[in-house]
């Protein structure tokens, strides 16, 4: 059953691979954007990644990776899917950076112990049949003092759980997305974790696409679109961002937003 799964994973993601065209990707974007709250959550917990040696899970079509690269990282780009894997060194290339790129499988990282100052993730793990067993990884291959950090989906949020039942096109039939205890667990292996959660008010951006502007969710990938559009977006998301920050306070809040993030120093 799990070999089944992942095969399916590997299929979807080579096929949409094979659509990217690199020379789009604004990477920045990705981490800097209003719009990418995570990444930049993420970004002040890690500091300062000259020279470091970075494993980016799920590296997808690199512009992590690339991201990384371009701050003075040495970035191994690793995906299972080899489509996604050969988008992203193509992507380095483009921006003028060397990245290594490995196909592997994320719950058997082919590393030894204690390698890597950083390991990444976005949108990884609830693609896998035993995220705990990444997370497991992740603390293997990291150096004592290494950071893992990563951010994914939660399962709580009803707006969000509608959209995924409509989006079926551009998600896979098997990812789960995760239940906010799996802070519990991170913290029963990290020395220390920071986590925090985002999208709660802001999602009336996805019903503005829907509802308002009529965007196909099997046409348009949403978590794409704020990224692209973020310029248009911005006046509205930063006064949702700011009831975003009133709402995140009130006891059991943050298990109802969209996305985690996580940063586990080892």
């Not at 193509?90 to 058997?108: F, P, R, S, T």
Request: aromatic share 10%.
């Amino acid at each position: 059953m799990q070999e089944e799964r992942l095969a399916k994973e590997r299929k979807f993601h080579d096929n949409w691979a094979s659509t990217i065209e690199v020379d789009g990707i604004r990477v920045a974007d990705y981490f800097e954007a209003c719009t990418a709250p995570e990444n930049r959550f993420l970004l002040k917990q890690m500091g300062d990644i000259t020279d470091k040696y970075l494993l980016d899970l799920g590296c997808g079509a690199g512009e992590n990776s690339v991201y990384f690269a371009k701050k003075g990282a040495r970035c191994v780009a690793s995906d299972y899917s080899p489509g996604m894997v050969e988008v992203a060194v193509k992507l380095a290339e483009a921006n003028g950076v060397k990245i290594e790129g490995k196909v592997m499988d994320a719950m058997a990282l082919e590393f030894p112990d204690n390698t890597f100052d950083v390991v990444y993730a976005s949108n990884l793990l609830h693609h896998l049949p035993n995220p705990k067993l990444a997370i497991r990884e992740m603390h293997r291959v990291l150096k004592p003092g290494g950071k893992a950090c990563f951010w994914e989906p939660l399962k709580h949020n009803p707006v969000i759980n509608v959209y995924r039942r409509m989006a079926t096109e551009v998600r896979t039939e098997d990812e789960m997305p995760l239940d906010i205890n799996i802070v519990n667990f991170v913290q029963s292996l990290y020395s220390k974790t920071n986590y925090d959660a985002f999208w709660l008010a802001t999602l009336w951006i996805f019903l503005q696409f829907y509802l308002i502007e009529k965007v196909d969710p099997n046409k348009e990938r949403y978590w794409k679109k704020i990224i692209v559009e973020e310029e248009r977006l911005k006046p509205l998301y930063m006064r949702l961002e700011k009831l975003d920050a009133l709402v995140k306070k009130l006891p059991l809040m943050k298990r109802f937003a969209w996305n985690l993030a996580v940063v586990a120093t080892k």
